[in-house]
């Protein structure tokens, strides 16, 4: 498949500069770009890359970094090469199909155009919406509502009454409705328990590979509409994720906390329980959250304090180090 420069330009609403009828046949990496290919820069760090591009055109946020070359500029050079690939990547059309080596039970409910593959076991009273598909070895538990157009990858478990709304993404190894860690210790026995709850997933969330969210004890789990979950998170029972967050790799939060929508959380941050973390928040890569955070802030460190204090406490650590040093060398002259 070939397009010009400026069929691209036009399904990206950017301005071409250069030639526009410059065929491009695929996108590549800045850093490992291909001939006759687009590539973009959405990094200022990758900008050493422009200078020996072998790519056909890139796509950029300011026309002077083309330097002579082929482009095209736009607002979010990100956002663009990810609709530019969503145009040179072919999709795959598959029939649906319920796959004889499947169990399905006859008390289930699956609607038109469910894809269904060898494995899979579906539970009583199950219900499945139209055009949803489940992958191969996944096992659904009873009174489990799945919505439309959801794709529930290969070796997914959901347990019993979960529900999962329209356009739901389930990637695999991840398990949804397991219980919860709840013990209560007396006299050193740790006496279990029951979660008696569900977990219920919003329209249009994306769950990454071997990930588990935990079943109430009492009510939900809930995963707000439009939130994107990382590989390797855990979220425990009772906790409420807003709408539109990005949890990434290592994320785990532990019972009843509460997150605001459109937070955003980097790898390995930690959430201490029966906490609630504000709208729009940001926590900066392996921190410690360990009380409630007001929203519209960034916060960084263990425990996690709003990022200019805790760069602040980090440059005092530094001089306390040179003034030490400074002491030392003092008392050897001495």
């Known amino acids: 498949m070939k397009l010009t420069l400026s069929e691209i330009a036009k399904h990206l609403e950017g301005d071409i500069v250069g030639d526009s ?3 491009i046949s695929g996108v590549s990496e ?42 095209i500029v736009v607002k979010n050079p990100q956002l663009s090469m990810s ?64 919505g439309k157009n959801c794709i529930i990858s290969a070796n997914v478990c959901l347990y019993e009454s979960i529900v999962l709304g329209d356009n739901v993404i389930v990637h695999s190894g991840t398990i949804i409705g397991c219980d919860g860690f709840g013990y209560v210790t007396v006299n050193e026995i740790h006496e279990k328990i ?34 994107k979950i990382d590989n390797l998170v855990h979220i425990a029972h009772n906790v409420k994720i807003g709408k539109g967050c990005l949890l990434t790799a290592g994320f785990a939060i532990a019972g009843s906390s509460e997150v605001g929508d459109f937070c955003t959380f980097a790898g390995q941050v930690g959430v201490a329980p029966h906490l609630k973390i504000g709208d729009r928040s ?47 060398k003092i008392n050897r002259v001495d």
């Open 21 to 23: 009828s410059c065929l």
């Open 30 to 71: 800045i850093q490992n770009s291909k001939p006759n290919t687009i590539t973009f820069l959405g990094n200022p760090l990758y900008s050493k890359y422009l200078k020996n591009t072998n790519a056909a055109a890139i796509i950029v946020s300011d026309s002077t970094l083309l330097s002579g070359r082929n482009g």
């Open 83 to 146: 609709r530019t690939l969503g145009l040179f990547t072919e999709k795959k059309e598959k029939r649906p199909s319920i796959h004889p080596r499947s169990v399905i039970s006859k008390n289930s409910n699956i609607g038109k155009d469910v894809n269904i593959d060898a494995g899979a076991i579906i539970n009583d009273e199950v219900s499945i919406g139209e055009g949803s598909s489940i992958g191969a070895n996944c096992v659904i538990g009873s009174n489990t509502a799945i």
């Open 194 to 227: 029951p979660q008696t709850g569900n977990v219920i997933i919003g329209d249009d969330v994306e769950i990454g590979s071997n990930c588990a969210i935990d079943r109430a004890t009492i009510g939900s789990t809930i995963i707000g509409e439009m939130t």
């Open 282 to 328: 940001t926590v900066a890569a392996k921190s410690g959250v360990t009380k409630s955070l007001k929203g519209d802030k960034v916060y960084a460190g263990f425990p996690a304090r709003e990022i200019k204090e805790h760069n602040r406490r980090l440059a005092l650590i530094n001089e306390i180090e040179k003034l030490r040093d400074k002491l030392i």
